[in-house]
């Protein structure tokens, strides 16, 4: 399975990830501790993707990449 790539970053008050697709758009959340960004990084996506009639993702179909 094609992973989806979010890219993160560490600031004083959590995480913040961020994924772009080639089709446009962009994919944004943060969290306080990276479990809560995981979980909102998949509600992100999903609803991004939810316009193109997309299978909903899980958070096995994320890869996350250090800034």
Do not use: Q
């Not at 959590?14 to 998949?42: C, D, Q």
């Amino acid at each position: 399975m094609k992973k989806i790539k979010f890219t993160v970053e560490i600031g004083k008050d959590g995480y913040s990830a961020w994924h772009e697709p080639v089709g446009g758009g962009i994919a944004a959340t943060m969290g306080a501790s990276f479990a809560i960004l995981k979980s909102n990084a998949v509600e992100s996506y999903n609803l991004l993707m939810s316009d193109t009639n997309a299978k909903p993702i899980t958070a096995d179909a994320i890869e996350f990449l250090m800034a």
